[in-house]
């Protein structure tokens, strides 16, 4: 099986777990402050998968949001967020996901470029619609096995941008500061809640432009290269590789215009 396969059957497969748990959500622990929770759920969707790969792949590396990076031999990393969105997850809200990625190269900074990793396939299950939004390094990207495009949009002024808040309570105030001065200047702001449904949303021209700090490998990996491949510029800080520091994506008529409002 290739890894796009793979990877696809394994996002399919989590995201399945979760559906037939909607509803039955309870805050089990609490991660880098209280607004950052984990549900039963969201362990339990990453252990199917971890447990599914190790079976498959059993010389790959492992990250996942919930259980941490086990190394493995191959040179291959799989990269996972078994439930995007457990806020809305909790509350019964949409969207969620589940993202599953394999990244190349040694994963010292978890960062991708030089000295860092590279994606080559990656999938993202969207909750509660479940479509299935796929890419391979260099091979394009999907909805449901179309082909996906990004937005043409070439004005600012008519975009359609989302982001997310931090869960440091503290770190929000600097995050509106820069929403107060994007605001005037885009058509629309939204926020969904999940990072990787954003970055398909922008794959597909739902989104003109997407940002956000602080995010973790699991959050951007997936959806970060879907987007990519479906023709969206997507950088960090600087014009650089995404990071926790910065996460953006957009069409690339404004790509350089977000960068220059949002940092």
């Known amino acids: 099986m ?8 394994l996002a399919r497969e989590g995201a399945a777990f979760v ?6 959500a309870r805050v089990v622990a609490t991660k880098s402050s209280e607004l ?3 549900t039963a759920v969201d362990r339990g969707a990453e252990t199917l998968i971890r447990d599914a790969l190790a079976a498959a792949r059993p010389l790959d590396g492992f990250l ?8 493995g031999s191959s040179g291959l990393t799989w990269i996972v967020d078994p439930l995007d969105g457990t806020v809305n997850f909790l509350y019964g809200a949409a969207p ?8 190349s190269g040694p994963p010292d900074r978890w960062t991708p470029g030089a000295g860092g990793w590279t994606a080559e396939a990656g999938a993202v299950v969207t909750l509660p619609g479940g479509e299935v939004f796929a890419a391979a390094r260099g091979r394009g990207a999907t909805l449901d096995g179309r082909p996906l495009r990004a937005s043409g949009e070439s ?4 975009g359609l941008v989302s982001t997310g808040l931090a869960y440091d309570r503290a770190a929000r105030a600097g995050q509106l500061a820069v929403l107060a ?16 449904a954003d970055l398909c949303a ?9 940002y956000e700090r602080g995010l973790g490998p699991w959050d951007h990996a997936a959806g970060a290269l879907i987007a990519r491949e479906a023709g969206a510029v997507v950088a960090g800080p600087g014009g650089g590789p995404p990071d926790g520091e910065l996460v953006l994506a957009a069409a690339p008529g404004i790509a350089a215009a977000l960068r220059r409002v949002v940092g």
């Open 202 to 210: 922008v794959a597909a021209g739902r989104l003109d432009g997407y």
């Open 96 to 103: 969620c996901a589940v993202s599953v990625a394999v990244v």
């Open 64 to 71: 996942g949001e919930e259980s941490g990076h086990r190394p």
């Open 2 to 9: 290739d890894l796009l396969t793979l990877a696809t059957e």
């Open 155 to 158: 004005a600012l002024s008519r």
């Open 181 to 196: 001065e994007l605001a005037p200047v885009v058509r629309d702001i939204r926020m969904s809640g999940s990072a990787c």
């Open 19 to 24: 559906r037939r748990r909607t509803g039955g």
């Open 36 to 38: 950052d929770v984990v």
